[in-house]
RNA sequence: GUGGCUAUAGCUCAGUUGGUUAGAGUGCCAGGUUGUGGCCCUGGAGGUCGAGGGUUCGAGUCCCUCUAGCCACCCCA
């Protein structure tokens, strides 16, 4: 019988990856706190219904993406594939529509999308995200990013880029849609297959198109921002100013166009230098004003982004290592097992982590096991200590070695601990 | 969903035109000190060669199918 191995595009995260990871979104919630932002989470799955609405149905998330299956009353339900949705829909929906705009909100958690696996690409993976609602504010735009350039910044990671675009909203962007049709149909016939299909299905999205066979149509192409009403053009002026404010570089990118029915306005992206051939955004975001009235809700402006944690946690230089045992208590002899189990549990209530070690192999394969935790030291508890009420304390760096009595051994571990910290090296 | 590449020990990889019991390094366990790690020496465990089928006297090696990973496309985080 084939052993049972994990489902395609998941991952286990290991004890240094979980650290990772959660060292990434942990940095990212910190961040968010610092500008305001409160945690929350909400259900794995939802109502199919409020994907295929709040994301659209025109879209490549929904048309072939998503986790979709019928609970045992018929329900049909979604694994959610994105979390600006569900988080609208519980806004729209609890006590948080009471409170004064902008209401600042930020999640880290799974999201799932049936779509073929690679690298920094899973079916199951994991999005740090803040969203603000309730404020149609361009000022706000720039927080909002502001949150995930900082986050980026804490992290060390280099190399990024953040385009920045506007889409226009239900004023302007028919115009603009119509202007693209016009200027794609005289020569319809001669695109490639694939651009035929964005422009019948969803005709901004031509704008990113790399098939050769548009370049020189899509570089005459009508731009976004010469048909943005006179709103949509202040406010993305005002999103700039404020950008400059915060110190963020930025390329505009009159390209930019976003998977997710539900933008206006402002978008963007952060791009990695190392990612650039497979144009894949370590994160994107924008302004979704609309959302909330497609979901059944009054309305409620918004704006927001998601991070792919996968992807920051590879990208990123990496933290310190996972926290090690303080201490290593060991048997010496089978008499000692019973006193070191209970000078381990005494010496974790004085506040020590400590590792118990009373297996039946050898001392000398204990005390390797001991260096490679990364302990600072090795309490050895034999015969003769049992005997003489003390243990056998060694340092592991030093080699060093005395015996005490358990009560010292707190302080002499915490003082070695100092020591290591911050009196070696060149001072 | 389309095309291409890959799959050998826990990990990184050798394996010569198909030819005996499939190797190295590292890691793991043990011995070299009747109770003491790191360096060194020695030994050991660990692989149905991704799975299934086929060709052949004989398949890790050739062929097919499947699965998984990687790359490009698509798309997004």
């Given at each position: 019988m084939p052993p049972i191995s994990r489902p395609r595009g998941t991952e286990d995260l290991l004890p240094d990856q979980f650290f990772a990871m959660r060292r990434v979104s942990e940095a990212g919630l910190g961040v968010a706190a610092s500008f305001g932002y409160q945690q929350l989470d909400t259900p794995i799955f939802e109502a199919s219904e409020l994907f295929v609405r709040g994301?659209?149905?025109?879209?490549?998330?929904?048309?072939r993406e998503m986790y979709t299956f019928a609970d045992r009353s018929g329900r049909s339900l979604t694994l959610r594939p994105e979390n600006t949705a569900p988080?609208?829909?519980?806004?729209?929906?609890?006590s948080l529509r009471q409170l004064s705009p902008p209401v600042r909100?930020?999640?880290?958690?799974?999201?799932?999308?049936?779509?073929?696996?690679?690298?920094?690409?899973?079916?199951?993976?994991?999005?740090?995200?803040?969203?603000?609602?309730?404020?149609?504010?361009?000022?706000?735009?720039?927080?909002?990013?502001?949150?995930?350039?900082?986050?980026?910044?804490e992290l060390g990671l280099g190399g990024i880029s953040l385009q920045l675009n506007s889409i226009g909203d239900a004023a302007c962007r028919p115009a603009y849609r119509e202007a693209l049709l016009e200027h794609f149909a005289p020569h319809l016939a001669t695109l490639p297959e694939l651009d035929q299909e964005r422009l019948r299905r969803n005709p901004l999205r031509i704008l990113d198109s790399k098939e050769e066979g548009s370049e020189q149509l899509l570089a005459s192409a009508p731009r976004t921002s010469d048909y943005l009403c006179q709103p949509c053009r202040e406010a993305f002026e005002r999103v700039q100013l404020a950008l400059h404010a915060y110190a963020i570089p930025f390329e505009l990118n009159p390209r930019l166009v976003r998977g997710l029915d539900y933008y206006v306005r402002t978008t963007f992206e952060v791009w990695h230098e190392d990612l650039m051939g497979a144009q894949n955004a370590l994160f994107g975001g924008g302004r979704y004003d609309g959302l909330s009235e497609l979901l059944?809700?009054?309305?409620?402006?918004?704006?927001?982004?998601?991070?792919g944690l996968e992807r920051v946690v590879m990208l990123a230089p990496p933290g310190p290592p996972p926290a090690r045992p303080q201490l290593v208590v060991c048997s010496a002899q089978p008499v000692a097992v019973a006193s070191a189990i209970d000078a381990s549990q005494r010496l974790r209530r004085d506040g020590l982590s400590v590792l118990c070690d009373v297996g039946g192999r050898s001392l000398k394969g204990k005390m390797r096991a001991a260096e490679r935790s990364g302990a600072e030291a090795v309490a050895i508890l034999g015969e003769e200590e049992v005997r003489e009420r003390r243990l056998t304390l060694r340092r592991l760096r030093s080699g060093e070695q005395m015996a005490v009595r358990l009560e010292q051994v707190y302080v002499q571990v915490r003082e070695w601990e100092q020591d290591t910290q911050f009196g070696e090296g060149p001072a």
């Open positions: 994301v659209g149905d025109s879209t490549d998330v929904v048309r988080v609208l829909r519980a806004f729209g929906e609890s909100l930020s999640y880290a958690g799974p999201m799932f999308r049936y779509d073929r696996p690679g690298k920094g690409r899973y079916r199951q993976f994991h999005q740090f995200g803040v969203e603000a609602i309730g404020d149609p504010e361009p000022e706000l735009d720039a927080e909002v990013i502001a949150v995930a350039w900082d986050w980026l910044q059944g809700y009054p309305p409620a402006p918004g704006v927001g982004f998601a991070a």
